[in-house]
């Protein structure tokens, strides 16, 4: 199986300062078909989570562009340019590359 | 609007049975893959299922459900479904339905409790 590991475990931010999350993978998550299968998530408090971030890098529909994903192979980041109060909840990374589908812990980040 | 729709949770005694229900609407249902994922309270996210848009012998487990645990689809209702067998208190969980490989749409989550 491969391990998804996030830090840091929770983050403490100024709105309007910038924050980064990192997720490593144990294993490449480039697939033989030429994309590399690693989402980012957000789930705000007592709501389901919902996609930000797919394949690395491309923004979901409707997601503010303060939000941007980069990395390859094993090593990605989810970076936010300008932290706002309605960001506060648990990120988590997932890969999907292979089953089983598999998450980061996550990462809590609260305003300061 | 792209919706899907949990039901079905409940309380149930260990070594008991439930079967979740995902509905959707708002999209070509049959195109699409769906996932269960649950969550256990205060813990993370863990995927469960997968199954194919045609529903056939492409289905996939994680391992602590694999022989307890079946996923289906009735493509002409628009659901997927969850049937649970031989339940476990680490079963107990919020299952979430999600679409695709990428799990853009989420539903609301349905709560399985497993309890004596």
């Known amino acids: 199986d491969i391990v998804m590991t996030q830090t840091p475990l929770s983050l403490s931010v100024t709105p309007g300062q910038p924050a980064s999350i990192s997720c490593k993978s144990s294993q490449s998550l480039l697939h033989s078909d030429g994309k590399t299968y690693l989402y980012w998530y957000l789930q705000k408090p007592g709501q389901s989570p919902h996609l930000l971030i797919y394949?690395?890098?491309n923004r979901f529909s409707g997601v503010p562009d303060r939000f941007s994903g980069s990395g390859s192979g094993t090593d990605f980041t989810l970076k936010i340019s300008r932290v706002e109060a309605e960001d506060v909840g648990v990120f988590y990374c997932?890969?999907?590359?292979?089953?089983?589908?598999?998450f980061g812990g996550g990462t809590k980040v609260e305003i300061k | 609007e792209v919706q899907l729709v949990e039901s079905g949770g409940g309380l149930v005694q260990p070594g008991g049975s439930l079967r979740l229900s995902c509905a959707a609407s708002?999209?070509?249902?049959?195109?699409?893959?769906t996932r269960w994922v649950r969550q256990a309270p205060g813990k993370g996210l863990e995927w469960v299922a997968t199954?194919?848009?045609?529903?056939?012998?492409?289905?996939y487990y994680v391992d602590s459900v694999k022989g307890r645990f079946t996923i289906s689809r009735d493509n002409a209702e628009n659901s997927v479904y969850l049937q649970m067998n031989s339940l476990r208190a680490e079963d107990t969980a919020v299952y979430y339905c999600?679409?695709?490989?990428?799990?853009?749409?989420w539903g609301q989550g349905t709560t399985v409790t497993v309890s004596s």
């Open positions: 394949e690395v890098s």
């Open positions: 708002g999209f070509t249902f049959s195109s699409h893959w």
């Open positions: 999600a679409r695709d490989k990428g799990l853009d749409v």
């Open positions: 997932m890969q999907a590359k292979q089953v089983p589908l598999t």
């Open positions: 199954i194919k848009q045609d529903g056939g012998e492409k289905k």
